[in-house]
């Protein structure tokens, strides 16, 4: 179709959009029976940009028609209503889907005899549980796409901790590294305990655009985390950096200053949570007074704890600046007193004193050029 722009006959639908390889329609099967508490599912809701609603509405232009199965946000009764997707899908019935796990993944491997960790729902001949370990074995190999979602899918997380009875490890841990979907992707990993709304959002949104064959595939890092939300430190972003290149440091969690000597680790966490806010840009964690305690990175929690220490590197870190720190202070505090005062000539006498030179004006002496 083409419209006559006055000028020129302008194509409304491109050639590229015409043929593009993509799907008009995909579904999301999410599961949170790994070791989960369901926060990475509540935490999404919160997402403005775009909101999960506008994703399943169909309010965004070139997204694909998308079918959430979510159990917490599903309108089906449960049981085995709700599970009707999940089964055909793991029978090969289903058609392109994105697999989304939430929580870690516990090792069967190690349990003495019968039993399991975790469940969704049972085996329709046997009437015995389904782990969240054989729906993974199933579903993964026939998904579009796979992604972990919050920091116990992607590493393990707290579930995963020293001295955790379950084994738990997170999804690349137990499809390996280099597990690739049917879309040829490799598992997308989300982090954060729990994720931060609109960065999960933007990358499903990403995921389903290319989907529907008009992105790229998202850029993932060396860990699989997409680059343009962790690609950049906590303290990159956080509005209390000044205080900590002055070497202004806090001393207890009621003070604006920089908390890196009462337990903050963002200098060496890969997160845009204080940059970004929590919801609608308000929140977030050291920008507001609350210790980063690394929750999106591999090694949390075990490499963080006690949490309320001061990190090792901080205390470093922060001696050494303390002299640069507060010779910059003072100097920053005379140049701060000799602009926070205003010009002389702004004032109501009979004079002009601005240094005002009318030299354009014909007839007068100063300045006829
Ligand atoms: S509070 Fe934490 S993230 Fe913010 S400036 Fe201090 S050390 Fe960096
Ligand atoms: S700033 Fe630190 S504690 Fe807050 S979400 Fe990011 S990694 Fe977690």
């Not at 349990?111 to 960790?117: A, N, Q, T």
Request: glycine fraction near 12%.
């Amino acid at each position: 179709m083409t419209i006559d722009s006055g000028t020129s006959r302008v194509s409304q639908e491109p050639e590229a959009a015409r043929e593009r390889p993509g799907f008009d329609e995909i579904s999301i099967l999410w599961i949170s029976e790994g070791m989960s508490c369901d926060g990475d599912t509540v935490s999404m809701t919160a997402s403005d940009q775009p909101s999960i609603e506008d994703v399943v509405l169909g309010l965004i232009p070139g997204l694909p028609k998308v079918n959430l199965y979510n159990k917490v946000l599903s309108p089906s009764l449960g049981g085995e209503d709700y599970l009707v997707p999940f089964r055909a899908a793991a029978r090969g019935d289903l058609g392109p889907f994105i697999l989304v796990i939430e929580g870690s993944v516990p090792n069967q491997n190690i349990i003495e005899g019968d039993g399991y960790w975790t469940s969704f729902g049972n085996d329709q001949e046997t009437g015995e549980p389904l782990t969240l370990n054989w729906w993974i074995d199933q579903l993964a190999p026939r998904a579009w796409a796979v992604v972990a979602v919050g920091t116990c899918a992607t590493y393990g997380g707290i579930h995963a901790m020293a001295g955790n009875p379950t084994g738990s490890m997170g999804l690349a841990d137990y499809l390996g590294w280099d597990f690739r979907s049917q879309g040829a992707l490799p598992i997308v990993n989300v982090p954060g305990c729990p994720i931060q709304p609109e960065n999960f959002m933007e990358t499903l949104t990403w995921v389903l655009y290319h989907a529907a064959g008009s992105a790229p595939p998202p850029p993932l890092d060396h860990m699989l985390r997409p680059q343009w939300l962790f690609g950049r430190t906590v303290h990159e972003g956080c509005d209390r950096a000044a205080y900590y290149e002055q070497g202004d440091f806090s001393r207890d969690y009621n003070s604006p200053k920089c908390q890196v000597k009462i337990g903050c680790w963002g200098p060496v966490v890969n997160c845009n949570v204080p940059k970004r806010g929590w919801m609608a840009g308000i929140g977030g964690c050291p920008n507001v007074g609350g210790i980063c305690i690394g929750c999106t990175m591999p090694g949390f929690p075990d490499a963080f704890m006690p949490f309320m220490d001061e990190p090792t590197g901080g205390s470093l870190s922060s001696v050494l600046i303390r002299p640069y720190g507060a010779f910059i202070r003072r100097m920053r505090g005379i140049t701060s007193m000799a602009v926070n005062k205003e010009p002389r000539w702004r004032h109501n006498r009979d004079e002009l004193t601005s240094g005002y030179d009318p030299h354009w004006r014909a007839g007068r002496e100063s300045g006829v050029r």
